[in-house]
């Protein structure tokens, strides 16, 4: 044989590669074992903390969705976002604020925009989907339902 022309190489996983979502779940999970080390060391709260015991439920995730939520308190959004800066430097990937929603219950217009701009993320607004499935922060109608109900 003989040496050919070079040709550039590049580090990484090619889209595509079964090795990927392996990859991907080392990193989520990294994410997750973050954020419950702040959740038992008390720098971020979860929600309904009295129906499920312990500092509550912070985070759900299904394939590539994250749901995070805390307590909206200036301290928890500070260091969850802390947290989220802290999982980008040491995972490399990148956290698209801008694509990201805050959904917030029980703070006034004014109060759920500061939370929304503390995060860089847009505020969200009931009722939603997720996963197919609509969310509100009301009793669903009928009519909200039907869609769901008829994919079934």
């Known amino acids: 044989g003989e040496i050919g022309p070079y040709f550039p ?3 990484g996983v090619r889209r595509g590669d079964p090795f990927s979502p392996f990859l991907f779940n080392v990193v989520v999970d990294a994410l997750a074992a973050i954020l419950d080390k702040a959740k038992a060391a008390g720098h971020i709260r979860g929600i309904v903390p009295h129906l499920v015991g312990g500092n509550g439920i912070f985070l759900l995730q299904y394939a590539d969705d994250t749901i995070i939520m805390v307590e909206g308190s200036a301290n928890d959004i500070m260091n969850l976002k802390f947290l989220l800066l802290c999982f980008q430097q040491m995972s490399g990937l990148r956290i698209n604020f801008d694509k990201s929603a805050v959904m917030v219950l029980g703070y006034t217009q004014d109060e759920c925009q500061s939370i929304a701009d503390r995060l860089n993320c847009q505020l969200g607004c009931f009722p939603t989907t997720y ?3 609509p969310i509100s922060d009301t009793r669903l109608t009928v009519a909200e339902l039907c869609p ?5």
């Open 9 to 11: 190489t590049f580090c």
């Open 131 to 133: 996963l197919g499935i």
């Open 148 to 152: 769901t109900v008829g994919k079934l």
